[in-house]
Every structure is written in C-alpha cells, then in structure tokens.
C-alpha cells in the first residue's frame, strides 16, 4: 500500500466511491494525455500531387513535398508541437555507402525546409542513419558484413549537419552506433547550430515491430540480414540504462526508447533514473496492430488508441511519437 496513514479497511474505504461521477473521475485522474505529448512522424515521396496510402499502416499516406504545407500545416491548427519526416526513397539513390544522406537537396532536407517556409511554430525532427540510402537497408555502412562504427558515425556527422541546415530542430540519431550523440553534438556546434536539439533513439531494440515502417519507407526488401549487431536484445534493461547514461553525458537532450508498448517497462526506468526528457516510440507494428484489428471489427480504434497513448503517459514518457497523432489530437480537441 501506499501513502500514510495506511488505508482504513472496507467498508470504511470503498475504491468505487471516486469512480461513480464523470466529474469526479476527472478530478482524481493522475495521467492525462494533451495535444503537447504528441509528435507526428509524416513518409514523404518524390514527385507531385501525391498521397500514397501504405498498405500495411491503414490511414498513412505517403505525402510529396506539395502536400506538406496542408499536411503539416492542418496538424499545426490541431496544436501537434512537432512533427518527423521519413523519406521514401528511390532504388537508384542507394549505394552501399548511403550517399545521398549527405546530400543537401535530397527528399528529406527539401521536405524540411517547404515545412518550415510554410508552418510557423511547428518543431521538425529528422531520423539520422543510413538505412533509407543504403543499398543493404542497414543503418550504417557495411564491410565484409559488418556495420562499421566509426565510419558510419563520420557520415552521420555530415547527415545531422546537412538536416540542420535545412533548418531541423531536432536531430535524431536512430542508428545505435556508439559514440554517435557526441561526435553529432560537436559537428553541429563546429558549424554553428547550438541551439538544435539531439533527441537520441538511446534505446533501440532489435524488434520485429518496425515492420510496416520499412515497407513505408521502402527499406524492408533491401535489408540483408538484421539489426542484432547494433539494437539492442529485447530481454535487456540494464543495459538500456546504460545506453541512456551514455547519450546523456555525450549531450543528448532528449532520450527515446523504441517501440513503445512491450517497453514501457523500459519508459518508467529510464523516467525515473536520469529525470531527462524522455519519449517513446510507438511504432509502426503498434500502429498496424490496432488498425488492423479495428478492420476486422475486433476492437474501437479511437478508444482503444487513447487508452495505449494514456499507457505511454502513466509509464513517465514526456511525449510519444505516434502515426495517430492527428487522430488523438482530433479526439482531444472534441474533448
Ligand atoms: C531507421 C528507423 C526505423 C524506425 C525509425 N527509424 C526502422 C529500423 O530501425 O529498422 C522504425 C519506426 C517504426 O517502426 O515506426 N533507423
């Protein structure tokens, strides 16, 4: 039991008395989802006039960089703080050594500057790793079938600068090298964007949940192999704190721990241990989960993606990146 004195046995206590009246629900309430909590991660793709629906993400569309100012600039009028651009991105623009990453007019950089022309007071958060541009789908270079740390860091050095001067706020490195949020806090610097924010993927599990984002993002059939050698084993906690404390004394502001519902466990640690601004992922396997069974009839969407988002707050997250960002931010604002 918690608290002091301790709880007065029934019948003098009754746990049912707060919960007969809305208004009293809504009083004792400890955790409450707001508009603030949510950021909205967007797939864009070349060319115009473009909503490409993605199959297994029912209701996700990849959007051209035409459809961004209405896109973004509607998720600004419903109050979403921020949102995450994810590029889908052409076969013939990946080369084993990820190139286009670096390149300063590729998808993701034009996308963030036509956001930042037209949607004012509205943060944007650019992912950093190789995996839309490298041929073998993996988040940083690949030697002999290994993913080489310290070269890749070097190239996602140049990645996190070339997004920052399209005008990024935020910075996220998703690649799970070691040593990455340093190297990235002291390009930036060197080059002048102090003021833009490092939100690490600290913990980055190996998970079979990210599924329908690489078909998104049209990763999913390069890949060769996994990502066991550089996310993290899913039995691990201990050593999810330890990748947090890292990032944080490399300079990350801000931490994530991704996916987000079978880790929740790994939220409230963190929430609890480092007290730093600390997200979660809710991923696309999260997302399908829901829609698909909603499809079929089996639960309520709109309830039941409230209820999951609630979890996320009640576990210590700060904010969560979420597909249905739009959707809760709808529901928020019927009240
Ligand atoms: C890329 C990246 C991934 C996600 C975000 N950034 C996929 C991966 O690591 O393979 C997954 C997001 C999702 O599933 O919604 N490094």
Sequence with gaps: ????????????????????????????????????????????????????????????????????????????????????????????LKTPDGREAVNGDNLVCRSVREIKKHVHDMGVLCDVALDPYNSDGHDGIVKNGIIVNDETVEILCQQSIVQAQAGCDVIAPSDMMDGRVGAIRKALDAHGFQDVTIMAYAAKYASAFYGPFRDAVGSGGTLTGDKKTYQMDPGNIDEALREVALDIAEGADMVMVKPGLPYLDVVSRVKRQFGVPTYAYNVSGEYAMLRAASQQGWLDYPSAMMEMLTGFKRAGADGILTYAARDAAKILRAG
């Design 1 to 92: 039991m918690t608290g002091f004195p301790p709880t007065p046995a029934f019948p003098v206590t009754r746990m049912r008395r707060t919960r007969t009246q809305n208004w009293l629900r809504r009083l004792v309430r400890e955790n409450q989802l707001t508009v603030d909590d949510l950021i909205w991660p967007i797939f864009v793709v070349e060319g115009a006039g473009k909503r490409q629906p993605v199959p297994s993400m029912p209701g996700v569309e990849r959007l051209s960089i035409d459809m961004l100012a209405e896109e973004v600039g509607q998720a600004k009028e419903l109050g979403i703080p921020a949102v995450a651009v994810f590029p889908y991105t052409e076969d013939n």
